[in-house]
C-alpha cells in the first residue's frame, strides 16, 4: 500500500484483524458487485416478458454473487495474509509488498491448474496489483501537488490508496 | 454536497467523493489492464489490423467498466 500509510501489521496487537477485515470486504464487494452484474445478465438471459427476466435475474443474482463474493474473499483474504507476512519479515512496507503477494496469491489460488497457469496468474496477479499501486502512487501525487498547503492532504491520500489496495486484489482475479 | 468540514475546518473529500474517486481510479487501471490483456487476446484469436484496434478498444472499456463499478464499491463499503 501507500508508503504513506503506517502499517497495521507492524503492530502486533492488531495483526489478524486486517486480514479478517480484508476477507470480509471483498466478500461484500464481490457480493455486491456480482449482484449487479448477474441482474443485469440474468435479466437479458430471460425469456420476454417482465415476470420471467425478474424471476431469471434474481435466480441469476442467488446463484452467482455469493459464489462470486467468495471467490473475492479468497483471493483478499490470501492476498492480505502474504502482504502482511511480507510487511512483518521485511520491516517495511512498499509497493513491491502488494506486488508481491498479488503475484504470490495467484500463483498459489492457480495451483491446483499446473505449473504454466500458475506463472499465467501470478503474472496477471503482479501486474493488476502493479498498475494499482502505480494509480494509488500517482493519485497520491497529484493530490499533493494540488492542495499543497493544506494540512489535511498528507493523511487523506494515506486513508484513500490503502481503502483500495486491500480490497481491490478481489476484482481482478476473477476475469480469467 | 461536494465537501464535508473536517476536524481542522479544511474540506475532506464526502463520501461520494471517494466514490467517485474510486470508480476514476478503478477505470483507469481497468483501461491499462485492459490494454494489456485485450491486446494479447485479441492477436491470440487472430485480429489484425483495425479489427485488432477495434477489439482491444471494447476490451478496454468493458474491463474499465467492470474494474470501475468494483473499485466504486469497495470505496462505498468502506465509508
Known amino acids: 500500500t501507500g508508503a504513506a500509510a503506517p502499517s497495521p501489521c507492524v503492530h502486533p496487537g492488531l495483526d489478524p484483524w486486517r486480514i479478517v477485515d480484508d476477507c470480509g470486504g471483498a466478500f461484500t464487494m464481490g457480493a455486491i458487485g456480482g449482484g449487479i452484474f448477474q441482474a443485469i445478465k440474468g435479466f437479458r438471459n430471460s425469456p420476454v416478458g417482465v415476470n420471467h427476466r425478474l424471476r431469471g435475474s434474481l435466480t441469476a443474482i442467488k446463484t452467482r454473487a455469493p459464489q462470486l463474493g467468495g471467490s473475492f474473499a479468497v483471493w483478499g483474504g490470501l492476498f492480505s495474509m502474504i502482504d502482511c507476512s511480507m510487511v512483518r519479515m521485511r520491516g517495511k512496507e512498499d509497493p513491491w509488498n502488494s506486488i508481491t503477494s498479488g503475484a504470490l496469491t495467484g500463483a498459489i489460488l492457480a495451483a491446483r491448474n499446473g505449473p504454466v497457469a500458475m506463472v499465467g496468474s501470478a503474472a496477471m496477479g503482479g501486474i493488476l496489483l502493479a498498475l494499482i499501486e502505480g494509480a494509488g502512487i500517482l493519485l497520491t501525487r497529484f493530490a499533493s501537488t494540488q492542495f499543497a498547503n493544506g494540512p489535511q492532504f498528507s493523511d487523506d491520500p494515506s486513508q484513500l490508496p490503502p481503502a483500495p489496495s486491500p480490497s481491490p486484489f478481489g476484482d481482478y482475479r476473477q476475469y480469467q | ?79
Open chain 2, 1 to 79: 454536497m461536494p465537501v464535508t468540514v473536517g476536524p481542522y475546518g479544511q474540506s475532506q473529500p464526502s463520501c461520494f467523493d471517494r466514490v467517485k474517486m474510486g470508480f476514476m481510479m478503478g477505470f483507469a487501471v481497468g483501461m491499462a489492464a485492459g490494454a494489456l490483456f485485450g491486446t494479447f487476446s485479441c492477436l491470440r484469436i487472430g485480429m489484425r489490423g483495425r479489427e485488432l484496434v477495434g477489439g482491444v478498444g471494447k476490451t478496454m472499456m468493458q474491463s474499465g467498466g467492470t474494474f470501475g463499478t468494483f473499485m466504486a464499491i469497495g470505496m462505498g463499503i468502506r465509508c
